[in-house]
């Protein structure tokens, strides 16, 4: 009962990950061709921090969805499927950190310039609001992974004898 409860969870996390995914894909892509190439977002955006939060979500998605596909069919009680999702998922977790957090640089660096008014009076329908939501979007994504990456090493150290209580199992 306790592997179809760990299975079940694993699928809705990943179900999870994936819509945050495209919240954030979605929300922070619209802004990015909604306030087109002006000047003002290029030298905002110099160093790709927009492009970067939309690769560390597309790369997180197909990891939701090789994570979704891996637990229907019971492969993470594999310990090398465990070993290998736990590092992926630890990586993904890394680089969303990272992502979100120049993304979060760059949004503090529209409103604090204000900026946000100059976009809204440029552009159709980019707002700063939209990056908020992708920001926050990724941040939930970000702890989704944190638990999902959990749940694989937890299911790793039980399958290869290592307890978290007794590590005396490590020297036979």
Not at 98 to 127: E, G, H, P
Not at 147 to 164: E, M
């Amino acid at each position: 009962m306790a592997n179809a409860a760990k299975r079940a969870s694993l699928v809705i996390m990943a179900i999870s990950e994936m819509v945050t995914f495209v919240v954030t894909i979605g929300t922070v892509a619209f802004f990015i061709s909604e306030a087109g190439d002006t000047d003002l977002t290029l030298d905002i955006g110099f160093y790709g921090r927009e492009e970067f939060v939309l690769f560390a979500s597309a790369v997180g998605f197909f990891v939701a969805l090789f994570s979704m596909i891996v637990a229907i069919l019971g492969a993470q009680e594999n310990s090398h499927w465990a070993a290998t999702m736990a590092t992926l998922h630890a990586f993904g977790a890394l680089v969303l950190l990272v992502s979100a957090s120049l993304l979060a640089k760059t949004t503090m660096t529209y409103d604090s310039k204000d900026l946000c008014k100059q976009i809204k009076k440029d552009s159709n329908d980019a707002r700063c609001y939209q990056l908020i939501i992708g920001l926050s979007f990724a941040f939930v994504s970000m702890v989704l992974f944190i638990g999902d990456t959990t749940i694989y090493v937890v299911t790793l150290a039980q399958h290869t004898g290592i307890s978290f209580v007794n590590m005396d199992n490590l020297s036979s």
